[in-house]
């Protein structure tokens, strides 16, 4: 690639790799035989910035499907983790936190957000126990006003001292969403989940599973290396940095024991470059070397990891890009 950093790091690679499998992780919609009374049902979680909607997600599916950094805005797409059992099929929905747009991807995140109220089955409102009850009180209205089922998850309840203060934020979430079932949990320490996730059974119609039994997600195995990828860069970068990047993954050939990625990573600003990069490439390989680790982890399989950086101004207030990158239709 012309005019562009690259930074290779080893990995072992045989034979000549194919692209065949690069989809395997989209749902299979093959015809399967359903047991009578089965459950299926739309699980969508919503709520604001910070407060562990995608570890909620990673808990209740029972795999990482979710990165999760301790800085807001981590998730930026509508990723569905969906579980399997003869009985139901679970499909969650993580999604964006609620916020005010200063740009026109935030504007794309907010969308995903408000579309999860149009198509659950079953809402899960996550708030923990620091945040302003009132805080994007527009979406919270329509959470109130939503005719389905409607489960208030209190994250964090592990850093509350004493009974009292979990029974005042209880009783602050009641009087708000009197309709609203409500459930504190740390789903960090995964307490109470198994009770949340008891309660989603019960609440499921009866119907016959959306995606194949064997599905785990309905996003393809690209996307997985690009929000590995784009979590290494949350955590290994302040301020705005992380922010203006974006990670497209060009390609990803697959063979029985080794994968062959090569990924770019945008960012908005000649100076964001350098800064990815760092002195001699000592920064971009410290992200190589911690994202090929947990690409490896994910898929079970040796990785060939080419990490590339480009220059793409402005990308996040640009219609077209946010097109390009999946952000809009």
């Known amino acids: 690639m012309k ?10 690679l045989t034979g ?4 065949e499998n690069a989809k395997a992780y989209e749902p299979d919609h093959k015809e399967e035989s359903v047991k009578e009374g089965h459950k299926a049902g739309f699980v969508n979680i919503v709520g604001n910035p910070n407060v562990g909607k995608s570890t909620l997600m990673n808990d209740l599916v029972g ?39 200063k740009y026109k991807l935030q504007e794309s995140m907010l969308e995903f957000s408000e ?16 945040e302003d009850a009132e805080k994007n009180k527009d979406f919270l209205d329509r959470v109130a006003r939503e005719k389905i089922p409607v489960l208030v998850v209190i994250n964090k309840i592990d850093l509350l001292k004493g009974q009292d203060a979990l029974e005042g934020i209880v009783s602050k979430w009641h009087k708000r969403l009197p309709n609203a079932e409500i459930f504190p949990t740390s789903a960090l320490e995964h307490f109470n989940v198994d009770n949340l996730k008891a309660r989603i059974v019960e ?3 009866v119907s016959a ?36 990047t974006e990670v497209i993954v060009e390609k990803f050939d697959e063979k029985e024991g080794a ?24 920064k971009i390989k410290k992200v190589g070397i911690s994202a090929r680790a947990d690409i490896e982890k994910f898929f079970g399989k040796k990785v060939y990891l080419e990490l590339f950086v480009k220059v793409e101004k402005d990308w996040r207030n ?11 239709e």
């Open 115 to 130: 579309g999860a109220l149009t198509d659950a089955d079953i809402l899960v409102y996550v708030t923990d126990v620091v």
């Open 63 to 101: 795999e990482r499907i979710s990165i999760i950094t301790q800085k807001a805005q981590t998730t930026r797409h509508r990723i569905m983790g969906i579980v399997n059992t003869p009985d139901y099929q679970i499909v969650y929905s993580d999604t964006p936190g609620v916020l005010k747009p």
């Open 203 to 205: 609440l499921l119609p």
């Open 3 to 12: 005019d562009t950093e690259k930074i290779v790091e080893e990995g072992l």
């Open 16 to 19: 000549d790799p194919t692209d």
């Open 318 to 328: 640009r219609d077209n890009k946010l097109r390009e990158f999946g952000y809009k």
């Open 259 to 282: 994968i062959h990625i090569m990924a770019v990573i945008y960012v908005e600003r000649d100076s964001q470059k350098g800064i990815i990069i760092g002195k001699g490439g000592d």
């Open 209 to 244: 599973p959306f995606f194949g039994k064997d599905a785990l997600t309905d996003k393809p195995a690209r996307f997985f290396v690009t929000e590995i990828i784009r979590e290494k860069l949350l955590l290994m970068y302040d301020k705005e940095i992380p922010y203006s």
